[in-house]
Structure formats: C-alpha cells, structure tokens
Nanobody, 125 residues
C-alpha cells in the first residue's frame, strides 16, 4: 500500500486546513486509515482513525470536536478536516494504513504497517 499525504501549510490560529491522503488500490475501503502527527522533539502521536467498511471514527482527546476524519472510497482518498487550529497543532502530519483491523481504537503507531510521507502544518499565533 502506498500513501501520499498533502495539504499542509501555514495558517493562523483559529483557521482551518484540510489534509488529504491518497491511498493505492482499494486501501481506503479495506484498511483502517489513520492520521498521526509529530512535533519537533516529540514522539509521533495519534490524531484520528477511520475503520474500513463501516467507517467508524475515533479521535484523540486533543482534537475531538475540532478535527474530522473522512474518506471517499470512489477516489481512494482519506481526509482530515482541521478547524479551530491552535499553535500546538503544529507538526508534521502522517497518514497510515493497516489491513488487520478488527476493532478497537487503533491509536498506536505499531498498529499500522503502512505510512505515507508527512505534510507540515504550521499554526501561527
């Protein structure tokens, strides 16, 4: 599975961005898809995930109510709509995928086999 994320950029606090992740094959349908982020000097952390088929979602507490993960299976795309951005959201954002989902939060990096390159989001205060 190949993943390619894009859509990052510079935005002022309170603004919005939408990240996109293009998945190869039918991964957006058959795989759990997740978004993670990594700020300078910090470990990669979970942001959100969407399950295969039924598309159930799960969010980190830090983004709940501000970010929305979604997907378009006809285009093999996964999105992360980010609203009310804060300076602490500044990070490189990664999309990830895994074929082994059955249930659960899938909020750990070791849950995912496939990773895309990151896209940088910078939120200015």
């Amino acid at each position: 599975v190949q993943l390619q994320a894009c859509g990052g950029g510079l935005v002022q606090a309170g603004g919005s961005l939408r990240l996109s992740c293009a998945a190869s094959g039918r991964a957006s349908i058959t795989h759990v898809m997740g978004w993670f982020r990594q700020a300078p000097g910090r470990e990669r952390e979970f942001v959100a995930r969407i399950s295969p088929y039924v598309s159930s979602t799960y969010y980190a507490d830090s983004v709940k109510g501000r970010f929305t993960i979604s997907k378009d299976n006809t285009k093999n795309m996964v999105y992360l709509q980010m609203n009310t951005l804060k300076p602490e959201d500044t990070a490189v954002y990664y999309c990830a995928a895994d074929a082994g989902y059955t249930s659960g939060s899938y909020q750990y990096t070791q849950d995912y086999e496939y990773w895309g390159q990151g896209t940088l989001v910078t939120v200015s205060s």
